[in-house]
Every structure is written in C-alpha cells, then in structure tokens.
C-alpha cells in the first residue's frame, strides 16, 4: 500500500468514527436543556432552550415560564438582577411530566458598575409615583402575551448616542440613591422617531409614555420622551 493510500484509508476511518459519534450524540443530546451565556453578568438575561417537556426553570427564588416555539422546542428568558450575588447556583428546569428535572449550573459573574450623579431640581427631586401609576406598571409587567412577535437582534429606539447605560448606580445631586439605573437613556435630536427595539403590540399610550408588548416574556417601555 502507498503512503497516500494509508493516508486515505485513516482520513476514512477518522471520517466514519466522526459520523458514528454524531449519530448516536444527537438523540441524547435533544433529551437536554442548554442555556446561554454559560457565564451571566449581573443584569444580563439567561436564554433557556429546552425540549418540549420543560416548561419552567427556577434559579434561587425566581422563576421563568418556558414558551412552546414554532419547531415544537421550548425557550425562556430569566433575568439576573444588578443586586444578584455573584456566584455558582443551580438552575431547577421541571417538566409537565412524571420524568425528573433537569439542573444546570449557572455562573452568575462578578460585575463592576459605574456610579452616576443626576443633578435634579428640588421640585423633580421630590417627585414619587403615585400608586395608580406603580399598578400600571405592574400591570405592564404581568400581561404577558402567548404570541411570541419578537425576534433577535433588538434594535436601538433612537441613533443618537448614549447618556446613561443599564446598571449605573445612581446619585441624585451627590446622595446614593440605593437605587441603580434599570434602563438605557440615549439623546437625539428632537423630531426624531422613536422606534419600538422589535414588533410588538401597543398596550399602552399617553403623553411621553408608550409601551409595547412584543408577546412572551418581556416588555418593551419607553418612558420621559421630552426634551430636556
Ligand atoms: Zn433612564
């Protein structure tokens, strides 16, 4: 035998042993949930992709709903809030069915946020959401649609440029707040159209406020359009 025979002979083998490995991969692996990112920074979203039989998923005390997709599989988001600690925790994913759940390891990652001062008039300063308005937006939050109409990539609403990122803790006129910035601010040119980041329904409009509702697990609000 010549050496290119050998050398063919062995690609063909490697090539068969390779086949045999994804044919008998395939079936156990679509029994399986994944998640990703495999490592999730404070204030990121875990993206659960399961088969049908998965229908939610628990990490510490909060928990996510999984969505029947259109190929039959299931996905859900669960968001890790900027106060999360940082650690490696479990990830609970039951099913509808007798057969046991399924546990992934989570590594929720050490994030540095940067502090930002707010300078407000004390008019502003003193302003508090009255309890109609905090019952609209819990009614925002709990309406969530079967009819998934997102799709990825989310788009920015406006081109213009960014004037305070998600995460920020926030000062108001040099006190710490407690609290951190749970949006992205961005400023534009007045007269510029403000678009929806993906397809959704309009529930909600009013003067310098519209939310949308793009169908499943989240909802899209654009709050304090005005000039400033
Ligand atoms: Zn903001």
Not at 30 to 37: G, L, R, V
Not at 152 to 172: E, I, Q, W, Y
């Amino acid at each position: 035998m010549s050496s290119h025979a050998i050398a063919r002979a062995r690609t063909m083998v490697v090539a068969s042993l390779f086949s045999a490995a994804l044919f008998y991969a395939a079936p156990l692996q679509a029994q399986k949930c994944t998640i990703s990112p495999a490592q999730v920074k404070l204030g990121e979203t875990l993206r659960i992709a399961c088969p049908a039989e998965f229908t939610s998923a628990k990490l510490n005390e909060r928990s996510a709903k999984l969505y029947p997709q259109p190929d039959g599989k299931r996905f859900g988001l669960l968001p890790i809030s900027v106060k999360d600690v940082p650690g490696t925790f479990s990830l609970l994913i039951s099913r509808n069915d007798d057969g046991a759940p399924q546990t992934l390891p989570v590594v929720i990652r050490k994030t540095i946020f940067a502090s930002q001062n707010v300078k407000l008039a004390p008019e502003i300063e003193g302003l508090h959401s009255t309890p109609e308005e905090m019952a609209l937006l819990t009614s925002f939050r709990d309406a969530i649609s079967e009819i998934r109409s997102w799709a990825d990539p989310l788009a920015p609403p406006v081109s213009g440029c960014m004037t305070s990122p998600f995460g920020v803790k926030r000062l108001h006129n040099g006190k710490y707040t407690g609290e951190y910035h749970g949006g992205v601010d961005q400023r534009t040119p007045a007269g510029e159209p403000i678009r929806a980041v993906t397809a959704g329904t309009i529930t909600f409009a009013r003067q310098f406020n519209v939310d949308v509702q793009p169908g499943r697990i989240f909802t899209g609000c654009f709050t304090s359009m005005a000039s400033t």
